[in-house]
C-alpha cells in the first residue's frame, strides 16, 4: 500500500500570494496531522482531523492558515498572504485510528515551502 | 507549557558503537514516547515507540528506556552503522488530543 503523499514537493511564493499543499493519507486512516518543520528544528504540530472533523486547530500561527478535509480523506493546508516567516517544511501524518489504541502516525515527505 | 528536551544536539560515535540520545519531559499527562529517525528531504520515519507502562522496549538494534519517576526516556542505538546517520526526534502524545509533541532532534553521525 501507499504511504503519505504530499503536492506539490516545492512550493516558491512571493510574499502576499496565497499558495495550497495538499496531503494524500494512507487509505483508511481516520485521523489526519499537519505539522510544520522550520530548517533545523523539531516539527510543531498545527491541527488535527478525525475524518472530516477539525478537533484541534490550536496549533495554526495566524487566521492566514486555514486547513480543510472536506470527504474525510484528502485534506489541504491554505495560506493566505504568504510571509516570509512561513517558509518551512509542512508535514502531513496520518493515524489508522484517533484511538487510544493505534498511535502510530505516518508521515509524509512534506512540501518545502520559500516565500521570496 | 508542552515541552520535551531533548540531547545531545549532535552526536558522533564510531561504527560499531552505542548511539544514546536523551529525552525529557514535562507533562505527566503523555502516554505515548515515540521516536523518529529523518533523513534530509524525507519525512519523519517511526523507528520505535514505548507506552509508560513498561521501562524499556526493543526491536533490533533500538532500544527505549523508560523512567517515569524521573520523567526521561532515551533512545539506544546498538552496533551503530553509517546507514544510521540521520536526525532524530523524541516526542510525545497523550490519548485525548494525539498531536505529537517533539524534541529539537540530534544529528547522529556514525564514522566508518
Known amino acids: 500500500g501507499a504511504g503519505v503523499s504530499q503536492s506539490p514537493r516545492y512550493k516558491v511564493a512571493k510574499r502576499g500570494q496565497d499558495v495550497a499543499l495538499r496531503c494524500d493519507p494512507i487509505?483508511?486512516?481516520?485521523?489526519l496531522f499537519w505539522y510544520q518543520q522550520a530548517l533545523g528544528q523539531g516539527p510543531e504540530f498545527l491541527t488535527y482531523?478525525?475524518?472530516?472533523?477539525?478537533?484541534?486547530k490550536s496549533g495554526l500561527p495566524s487566521d492566514r492558515f486555514f486547513a480543510e478535509r472536506p470527504e474525510g480523506s484528502v485534506s489541504t493546508l491554505k495560506i493566505q498572504r504568504t510571509q516570509q516567516e512561513d517558509s518551512a517544511v509542512y508535514l502531513c501524518?496520518?493515524?489508522?485510528?484517533?484511538?487510544?489504541?493505534?498511535?502510530?502516525?505516518?508521515f509524509g515527505p512534506g512540501t518545502r515551502l520559500t516565500v521570496t | 507549557q508542552q515541552q520535551v528536551k531533548q540531547s545531545p544536539q549532535s552526536l558522533i560515535v564510531q561504527k560499531g558503537g552505542i548511539s544514546i540520545i536523551n529525552c525529557a519531559y514535562e507533562n505527566t499527562a503523555f502516554d505515548y514516547f515515540p521516536w523518529y529517525q529523518q533523513f534530509p528531504g524525507k519525512g519523519p520515519a517511526l523507528l520505535i515507540a514505548?507506552?509508560?507502562?513498561?521501562s524499556e522496549k526493543k526491536e533490533g538494534r533500538f532500544t527505549i528506556s523508560f523512567n517515569k519517576s524521573a520523567k526521561q526516556f532515551s533512545l539506544h542505538i546498538m552496533d551503530s552503522q553509517p546507514g544510521d546517520s540521520a536526525t532524530y526526534f523524541c516526542a510525545a502524545s497523550n490519548s485525548n488530543t494525539g498531536k505529537l509533541i517533539f524534541g529539537q532532534g540530534t544529528t547522529l553521525q556514525v564514522k566508518p
Open positions: 501524518a496520518s493515524s489508522l485510528s484517533g484511538h487510544s489504541s493505534s498511535y502510530e502516525q505516518y
Open positions: 487509505s483508511g486512516h481516520v485521523s
Open positions: 514505548i507506552r509508560p507502562d513498561v
Open positions: 482531523f478525525q475524518n472530516e472533523a477539525q478537533l484541534d
